[in-house]
């Protein structure tokens, strides 16, 4: 380009003139490139924000960037990969200042995480005439990407008349005034919240450490670095202890430490801007930084007693109900003799204990191989969850005296010696789903605390669990409150089949939210040939035990080898369902962040289809008429976060708000940056009272 | 946006995966640090040669990642600027290796017959055909984050430097005269036994397609 002037002091007539130029420029050049108001590319439309008329003072104006959905363009510092917009200003009639960079959000780009802006954004700048018309020749580059990106160039001019005032369209201006509030402001003591501590990092490191003091509302704000060539763009750690917050940023492997650095600060409505902070040198291991987790306020004894308290009531949630009552029953049972029933209920315990010890390993070693995962997860996988449809099928078949198992299937589940333990490694299996009250903060403090501490939370909530069956047994005395042993314990067994056939069915759901509408199916075929089966074996002629047999081991090969194939393709039915729940947006970091940037009340339903307590909630709290209406009236952005399938995205959102298990009800009041946790088995007048405490 | 969750490959074949990922923590995280050693790789060539990390004991090694469709790539390859580069270090004997770490299915991934044809259409100039590196082991263990994402690994095994080609972010080509190469700089001063300036840069490019 011919031009390379400095606009400041430019004079008018040598503007022209270049002008000019530049116009038989890009005439003659490419022919169809005549100097214009707008450009575009490929989900990209960009023109100018500015005034009809030019006042004779200073002016922001900016470029307006029109981004298609799911695409998003860069901030000055793009974070792991992509680049920032480029404006090269080739003249101006005028004075033209530093682009003015809107506040960014984090996106999360596969392996990646860049900064920058989905949807449409403002680029500003200030322009001040010193001429009868604001003119402006720039040429522009961007990038644009949603996975792949695509460059787009264009080249703008503005010529605009000025006169005595300025005037706007009025949604230009509106537009103009949304990002210039946007627009990190420079820190000068008292309008910026927090006092920055201090900034550290140890220089053979791999981390920095930023410690804010927060003032009254202790709220953490995200904090961006402005030098991707010093510290990556992923979401620091935030850890918060009394008045301060401590970030730790992740810096890029071998950069060499600066002096100092910069940051934009931000609480999702206003930012501010931390230019050359000094860096402090660090020891190496910063002391309480990476190795001692936040306990969450918490004494380790209290998250363990509520631990206790959370398995103990456990006991009476519908998911641990029908294996228990299997118990109870065996218990009663005339062969119980009163000198083996503590010796069973220990054996109970010892087989809760275990499981959950093993349960608790497995997190504690998945969580060290950097794994996010959470509590539930053994529900979260296909074929484990069809290997509890066909024990709980072939047990309710057993107890409806459809086919006496004799002592085969009583081994299991029933008196025999390794049966109390089964039961209790049964009862943990399905008391996934039923996250009780006091649980889910015990839970959310197991992820983070050290290993022996999570550990003793686990062991916490398998003591309870077991504590009021071992308590049975010890004390015959409450025993014998029970009734004698009759024929009644025929009936009540035949009873006692009915919760287990509803387990089937709720697992049969659950199967079908996880692989899709052909978990139904692949559920229900099995079912059939094990009954089936069970026909074939009862029925003495010659072979059918060994077609039994060899049906019931095809049948099983084929749909769990089904399930499997059905989960890992990804078939699940999760895009239909969410789009389908009326009025309930799936989760999106990106856009419950702008609901809150423009105030708006969120409320966020962390959710599973496998989490029996979240699905009665769902029924009979949120999908109300009067909630929905709630909600509805209030313009309320409601958000299913669906944790059926393992989801980083959503077990990260429950990581920040100390939980690792659903459901969690997170409400942010209008202009509320940090939600309240409503408790964990809902109703609807806790709604009403977000409402009407106000 | 969520690009994890919708990737299909789900719950059981995660809980498995975090199992192997614990069995092997280090692999998580050991990327190439300049100063540090480099990682291992072993990978095969387009036209079927392993090629490892122990072949080139002793010797200068520059990894490059490639992505044809990647605009960044483009930028450097439709101007002749990285092949020039190939061309001018491995014609001091320094060996020079093309990575591709795109997984099947997605953009810039290619087959070994492909590799050799787009290697031949843009004057590829490095010591082998592209490495075919589809699982992104070897991306991952170096840390690869960009398309191109450069490594500059001594004779004694130690990364010397990791990131951006050059300190000019844009996709316009025009701007490769004006801009200051990080690896020509970082190559000529190791060579020359003097300390590496800038060791380490921000990668700018596109995210490599694991």
Request: net charge negative; with cysteine; charged share 15%.
């Given at each position: ?360 390993a497995l997190l504690l070693v998945l969580r060290a191989g950097g794994a ?323 | ?12 074949r995660k809980l498995l995966g975090g199992v192997a990922l614990f069995a092997l923590p280090a692999l998580a995280l050991a ?106 082991s070897?991306?991952r263990a ?69």
């Amino acid at each position: 380009m011919g031009c390379h002037l400095s606009f400041s002091f430019l004079n008018r007539a040598v503007f022209l003139t270049c002008c000019r130029v530049l116009l038989l420029v890009f005439a003659c050049g490419t022919g169809s490139a005549i100097a214009q108001e707008t450009a575009s590319g490929d989900h990209v439309q960009v023109r100018w924000l500015a005034p009809d008329t030019f006042g004779p003072g200073e002016e922001t104006i900016g470029f307006y960037f029109e981004v298609d959905p799911g695409w998003h363009v860069y901030w000055r510092n793009a974070g792991d990969s992509g680049a920032a917009p480029r404006f090269d200003f080739a003249g101006a009639s005028g004075e033209i200042g530093d682009i003015l960079w809107p506040f960014p959000v984090r996106l999360p780009i596969e392996h990646l995480t860049n900064l920058g802006y989905e949807g449409d954004v403002a680029y500003l700048f200030s322009a001040t005439p010193d001429a009868s018309r604001m003119e402006i020749v720039v040429s522009l580059e961007w990038l644009v990407c949603k996975v792949d990106c695509i460059p787009g160039y264009g080249n703008m001019t503005l010529s605009r008349p000025v006169a005595d005032a300025v005037q706007w369209q009025p949604q230009d201006k509106a537009l103009r005034d949304r990002f210039a509030a946007q627009v990190p402001v420079t820190v000068t003591g008292d309008n910026f919240p927090w006092t920055v501590a201090n900034v550290s990092a140890a220089p053979d490191g791999d981390t920095l450490q930023l410690i804010l003091e927060a003032g009254e509302g202790a709220a953490a704000p995200e904090i961006f670095p402005l030098d991707g060539g010093l510290l990556t763009a992923r979401a620091p750690q935030v850890e918060k202890s009394g008045d301060t917050i401590r970030y730790t940023f992740q810096r890029v492997p071998g950069a060499v430490l600066t002096p100092d650095t910069g940051f934009v600060v931000s609480d999702g409505e206003r930012a501010w801007q931390l230019d050359d902070i000094e860096i402090q040198a660090a020891a190496t291991s910063a002391p309480g930084s990476s190795n001692v987790p936040v306990d969450g306020g918490q004494p380790l004894w209290l998250l363990v007693l509520a631990a206790i308290a959370g398995g103990a009531i456990l006991n009476l949630m519908p998911c641990v109900f029908p294996v228990l009552s299997i118990k109870l029953f065996g218990l009663v049972g005339p062969e119980a003799a009163a000198s083996g029933r503590l010796k069973e209920g220990l054996r109970y315990a010892a087989g809760v204990l275990v499981t959950f010890a093993a349960l608790g390993a497995l997190l504690l070693v998945l969580r060290a191989g950097g794994a996010a995962i959470g509590w539930g997860f053994q529900l979260q996988s296909a074929p484990v969850v069809l290997g509890l449809i066909l024990l709980f099928w072939v047990m309710a078949l057993s107890f409806s005296g459809l086919y006496e198992f004799g002592h085969h299937l009583m081994n299991l589940a029933g008196n025999s010696r390794g049966g109390a333990f089964v039961t209790g490694v049964l009862a943990v299996f399905v008391a996934a789903p039923c996250t009780g009250p006091f649980m889910g903060a015990a839970l959310g403090a197991a992820t983070l605390l050290p290993a022996y501490g999570a550990m003793a939370i686990f062991l916490g909530l398998g003591v309870g669990l077991a504590l009021p069956f071992v308590l049975l047994c010890a004390f015959p005395a409450l025993l014998n409150r029970l009734p004698a042993p009759g024929p009644w314990m025929e009936t009540l067994r035949q009873f006692l089949a009915f919760p287990l056939y509803a387990t089937v069915i709720w697992l049969l759901w659950v199967l079908g939210r996880l692989v899709g509408e052909s978990g139904w199916l692949i559920g229900a075929m099995l079912m059939l040939a094990v009954v089936f089966a069970f026909w074939l074996g009862r029925h003495q002629f010659r072979g059918s035990r060994w077609l039994a047999w060899g049906l019931v081991l095809a049948a099983l090969v084929m749909s769990f080898g089904a399930a499997n194939k059905l989960q890992q393709n990804g078939s699940g039915s999760k895009a239909a369902q969410v789009t389908s729940d009326q009025g309930w947006q799936p989760y999106n970091r990106n856009a419950i962040g702008q609901a809150l940037a423009r105030n708006q009340a969120v409320f966020i339903d962390y959710t599973a289809a496998w989490c029996i307590t979240c699905q009665v909630n769902k029924k009979l709290v949120l999908e109300s008429e009067e909630v929905e209406t709630l909600f509805r009236e209030n313009d309320v952005y409601l958000v299913r976060a669906d944790w059926t399938d393992q989801d980083p995205e959503i077990t990260r959102a429950l990581g920040e708000l100390g939980r690792n298990s659903v459901p969690v009800y997170a409400w942010y009041a209008p202009g509320e940056r940090e939600p309240v946790l409503l408790p964990q088995i809902l109703q609807a007048e806790m709604i009403e009272a977000l409402f009407t405490d106000e | 946006m969520n690009t994890q969750g919708t990737s299909g490959k789900r719950s059981f074949r995660k809980l498995l995966g975090g199992v192997a990922l614990f069995a092997l923590p280090a692999l998580a995280l050991a990327v190439a640090v300049p100063g540090e050693k480099a990682p291992d790789f072993s990978e095969v060539d387009a036209a079927g040669e392993v090629r490892s990390l122990k072949d080139y004991e002793g010797q200068w090694l520059v990894l490059e990642w490639f992505n044809k469709d990647c605009p960044y790539v483009k930028k450097h390859y439709g101007s002749g600027n990285m092949q020039a580069l190939q061309k001018k270090y491995t014609d001091q004997d320094i060996n020079w290796l093309t990575v591709i770490s795109s997984a099947k299915g997605k953009q810039g991934y290619l087959e070994p017959a492909q590799a050799l044809e787009v290697a031949k259409s843009h004057n590829l100039s490095a010591s082998a055909p592209f490495l075919l590196d589809a699982d992104g082991s070897m991306g991952r263990a170096y840390g690869a984050k960009t398309t191109p994402h450069m490594f500059i690994i001594n004779p004694e095994g130690e990364v010397v430097y990791a990131g951006a080609i050059d300190d000019n972010d844009s996709a316009n080509p025009a701007v490769i005269p004006k801009s200051a190469n990080y690896v020509a700089t970082a190559l000529d001063e190791s060579m020359a036994g003097k300390a590496v300036k800038t060791a380490s840069s921000r990668a700018y490019g596109c995210s490599v397609k694991y």
